[in-house]
């Protein structure tokens, strides 16, 4: 798989909780395949570019979990 | 405030000051336009910078773009502004409540943070002028019995008090 095709984004620690992030990567799992490398102050979560709607969604989710937690 | 539109992609990107919104204000505002599109939250490399990009859910034209950002930008203020208001209004609003529960539990006016130490110190209610007349009361029948004269048992002087005060 080449990285051309992939959609990735960056979540910085600051703004987004971890375990929100996980709990969002459950709920969508099932229908999209994630990619993740972790750094101190990123979370960098990758798809394939087929799957963009829903991966938006997760992205949203993840900030509405988030924002909840607070 | 640098603004960039991503039309290909639906999109647009802007900064928002975190000295003048805080992280928490941003957070409200994202919480009220979270149905309507997607939003992604990012630092920036300038400190004090947080970079927005919200993402139209169906096709929009530039114009429609620029509304979504428009909109987000006075649920900021919106938000700002209620942040301030509740902030300048907590201390009324803890004096109120204090108030209410106190009345509700008959001890009084209450402040914030000494509810369980007021309602400690009126659990007994010691009146010190009743205390004072029974111990004189008392005294007076233990002088009259070391007198040696005739001792009548005699109601106990608590008891007359009471009936005294019906």
Redesign the interface.
């Known amino acids: 798989m080449s990285k051309k095709n992939l959609l990735t984004?960056?979540f910085?620690r600051?703004?987004?909780d971890h375990n929100c992030i996980v709990s969002a990567m459950q709920e969508f799992g099932g229908m999209n395949n994630f990619y993740v490398v972790g750094s101190r102050d990123f979370l960098e979560i990758s798809t394939e570019r087929f799957d963009q709607r829903i991966f938006?969604?997760f992205?949203?989710y993840a900030?509405?979990l988030?924002?909840q937690a607070? | 405030m640098k603004i960039a539109i991503d039309q290909k992609n639906n999109a647009i990107i802007f900064s928002v000051n975190t000295k003048i919104y805080s992280k928490d204000v941003v957070y409200k505002a994202c919480y009220v336009f979270i149905d309507k599109m997607y939003i992604f939250l990012n630092v920036s490399d300038k400190k004090e910078v947080l970079l927005v990009t919200l993402k139209g859910k169906e096709s929009l034209s530039k114009k429609e773009i620029e509304k979504l950002e428009g909109e987000f930008m006075n649920e900021l203020l919106n938000s700002l502004v209620r942040e301030n208001v509740s902030k300048r209004n907590q201390k009324v609003l803890e004096q109120i409540v204090g108030g209410a529960m106190g009345a509700a539990l008959g001890i009084g006016d209450l402040k914030v943070g000494n509810i369980d130490e007021k309602k400690n110190s009126t659990n007994v209610v010691i009146d010190e002028q009743e205390i004072e007349a029974t111990i004189a009361a008392l005294r007076k029948e233990l002088e009259e019995i070391d007198s040696g004269g005739d001792f009548k048992f005699d109601e106990p002087v608590y008891n007359k008090k009471n009936k005294s005060k019906k």
């Open positions: 984004f960056k910085s600051k703004l987004y938006f969604e992205v949203n900030l509405f988030t924002i607070k």
